[in-house]
């Protein structure tokens, strides 16, 4: 099993940053994980943010974050990080993190973090 816990959310002017982190626990947890960033805000589907391969490190971004967030990973520490710049309230919503062995579905979910941007 693998145990993700999310912090680092909070309430954020409209411009601000936030940096979320994410720790990734359990026997069965490696640097091989791909590593992904989810959000739900009010009143919507949970959709894609980012995501990091292991090992290599590939990452992806939603068009909507491409270029304001960045993803990345401390697989010695088995932390992955959201760094998130240029904050506006569409960006308000609860934000999860998510691993999986292999392509295809997360296997693992974090129990999320709310970030909240004030216009």
């Known amino acids: 099993q693998v145990q993700l816990v999310e912090s680092g959310g909070g309430l954020v002017q409209a411009g601000g940053s936030l940096r979320l982190s994410c720790a990734a626990s359990?026997?069965?947890?490696?640097?091989?994980?791909?590593m992904g960033w989810f959000r739900r805000a009010p009143g919507k589907e949970r959709e894609f943010v980012a995501a990091?391969?292991?090992?290599?490190?590939?990452?992806s971004y939603a068009d909507s974050v491409k270029g304001r967030f960045t993803i990345s990973r401390d697989n010695a520490k088995k932390m992955v990080y959201l760094q998130m710049e240029s904050l506006s309230p569409e960006d308000t919503a609860v934000y999860y993190c998510?691993?999986?062995?292999?392509?295809?579905?997360?296997?693992?979910w974090g129990l999320g973090t709310q970030v909240t941007v004030s216009s």
């Open positions: 990091i391969t292991g090992n290599i490190g590939f990452t």
């Open positions: 359990g026997r069965t947890f490696s640097s091989t994980y791909t």
């Open positions: 998510a691993a999986k062995m292999q392509a295809g579905k997360y296997d693992y």
